[in-house]
């Protein structure tokens, strides 16, 4: 069976600090990758998408960009994190039409 | 581009039934979703339906879908405390499987 796995599951940093919060799937081969954020109390937004190795789609202008070293690694990261960055940060796949979710990372920036 | 939305608050008492209800403007939704969200933990897929279904029955849970008005609901019967979660409705088209969520509605389910 397909599990994603997320670490860490929680994290405070302060600004202006570097950041890198990881996702792998395990149980499927090239699967769609994504990245999503759920601010406090609000619905998920779409930050990254990736179909494929080395290829990374972002729907929104942000202060954070994405990788995808291997089939089922994803990474997200940041130079410089904002005070705006503090969140709820999914990462998911998909195969097939359905998408399934990773347990999440909440990002505190203090 | 696409908007889904919600209310955002429903209160049942334990054993009536809950009706979730959703709305989105993109006529080329293919998938719609409702995901469940326990406090501090990920989203896990509860249903799906396709575009070229009317209704889909699993459990205690029925998804209806009205193309026409572009509405969606999540109809839960014999509401548990344990159904007490925020329940997000979503939608894809075929392209990349990209969700759409809308805001989420909190569920409280009173015993």
């Known amino acids: 069976s397909q599990t994603i796995h997320q670490w860490p599951a929680t994290l405070v940093q302060p600004v202006g600090s570097p950041l890198s919060l990881e996702c792998t799937v395990e149980?499927?081969?090239?699967?769609?990758l994504y990245w999503y954020r759920q601010a406090a109390g609000r619905g998920l937004q779409l930050l990254f998408y990736s179909v494929g190795i080395g290829q990374i789609s972002s729907e929104v202008p942000q202060n954070l960009s994405a990788s995808r070293p291997q089939d089922r690694q994803f990474i997200l990261s940041s130079k410089k994190l904002l005070l705006s960055d503090s969140g709820f940060y999914l990462c998911a796949w998909s195969v097939q039409g359905q998408t399934n979710f990773g347990p999440g990372t909440r990002l505190t920036v203090t | 581009g696409e908007d889904v939305e919600q209310s955002l608050f429903l209160s049942v008492r334990e054993g009536d039934s809950s009706v979730i209800n959703c709305t989105y403007t993109d006529s080329s939704s293919t998938y719609l979703y409702w995901y469940k969200q326990e406090p501090g933990a990920g989203l896990q897929l509860l249903t799906y339906i396709f575009s070229n279904m009317d209704m889909k029955q699993d459990q205690r849970l029925t998804v209806l879908l009205n193309k026409k008005d572009k509405h969606l609901s999540l109809r839960i019967a014999d509401t548990q405390t344990g159904d007490s979660a925020i329940y997000f409705c979503a939608e894809s088209t075929n392209a990349g499987n990209m969700l759409t969520f809308g805001g989420g509605t909190r569920l409280m389910v009173k015993p």
């Open positions: 149980g499927t081969s090239n699967p769609n």
